[in-house]
T-cell receptor, first 108, second 113 residues
């Protein structure tokens, strides 16, 4: 079946440090989506990437889709305490399959 | 203004006693998903509907069933809950498959005693 893996599983940073999570799919994706889930909350959509090699930015967040459309990354510049949560990529296989997630903890 | 509503937010059921979780949406989306999320894990897809077309994941236990009587409503039935079924159950909708953005409900936390 379709599998989407993320690394690292967990990262603890000091406020102001950068953070990156990597996402890898077992098969080529038509598109990939990123979600953020705050503690106790539900996943909230951040962005969708569709084109090979696509790069999109949202303020301090930079999203990339790999050339082979099998991997993706999310980079946060100068983390803030409000960035705390778990970041999931989700592969679109004509259904949405979530990656394993990266839990981010930010200390002030 | 809630667009995907799950009821109840918290459900306690007895071991082996059938339970139904409900989800409704005001978005008129074609696709509805049910996910199971255990503590510190990713949402695991159980089923999804494209309109009335039901799609079961290969590893979803037979104990789990679903119904979608109309576009707005979807139900998750657990026929004989076991302790291992305690989890957060998330319902989500999307306009179409491949469409950006799935909208999630707040989830139902199921406890089995």
């Amino acid at each position: 079946g379709q599998q989407v893996m993320q690394i690292p599983q967990y990262q603890h940073v000091q406020e102001g440090e950068d953070f990156t999570t990597y996402c890898n799919s077992s098969t080529t994706l038509s598109n990939i989506q990123w979600y953020k889930q705050r503690p106790g909350g539900h996943p909230v959509f951040l962005i969708q990437l569709v084109k090979s090699g696509e790069v999109k930015k949202q303020k301090r967040l930079t999203f990339q889709f790999g050339e082979a459309k099998k991997n993706s990354s999310l980079h946060i510049t100068a983390t803030q305490t409000t960035d705390v949560g778990t970041y999931f990529c989700a592969g679109d296989f004509q259904k949405l399959v979530f990656g394993t997630g990266t839990r981010l903890l930010v200390s002030p | 203004d809630a667009m995907v509503i799950q009821n109840p937010r918290y459900q306690v059921t007895q071991f082996g006693k059938p339970v139904t979780l409900s989800c409704s949406q005001t978005l008129n989306h074609n696709v509805m998903y049910w996910y199971q999320q255990k503590s510190s894990q990713a949402p695991k897809l159980l089923f999804h509907y494209y309109d009335k077309d039901f799609n079961n994941e290969a590893d979803t236990p037979d104990n789990f069933q679903s119904r979608r009587p109309n576009t707005s409503f979807c139900f998750l039935d657990i026929r004989s809950p076991g302790l291992g079924d305690a989890a957060m159950y998330l319902c989500a909708t999307s306009r179409e498959t491949g469409w950006p953005e799935a909208f999630f409900g707040q989830g139902t936390r199921l406890t089995v005693v």
